[in-house]
Nanobody, 115 residues
């Protein structure tokens, strides 16, 4: 069983930056796609950013130009660099990996943007 372990969340002021990290527990795990989702209180989980094994990326309109997703294939890790953070970015952020139609999820990390 593969586990995804996230880190890097926390409290940040509006306009600040955070970097989220997610690492897979098994070195031989090679997902086709890795992504970040988020879920704010009272809202549905939404896709934030996605990156394929070839390096193609896509972003939610709300984070384009502010967030950058990257991937380290050798370490089976995915990162989310978040800049110019806004209060509406406050949510629990989840790491996701997909392999052979199976979704794997991390436990989530809280990001709070507040002054």
């Amino acid at each position: 069983q593969v586990q995804l372990v996230e880190s890097g969340g926390g409290l940040v002021q509006p306009g600040g930056s955070l970097r989220l990290s997610c690492a897979a527990s098994r070195s031989t795990f090679a997902p086709n796609v890795m992504a970040w989702y988020r879920q704010a209180p009272g809202k549905q989980r939404e896709l934030v950013a996605i990156i394929t094994s070839s390096g193609s990326t896509n972003y939610a309109d709300s984070v384009k130009g502010r967030f950058t997703i990257s991937r380290d294939g050798a370490e089976n890790s995915v990162y989310l660099q978040m800049s110019s953070l806004k209060p509406e970015d406050t949510a629990v952020y989840y790491c996701n990996a997909r392999l052979a139609a199976v979704n794997y999820w991390g436990q989530g990390t809280q990001v709070t943007v507040s002054s």
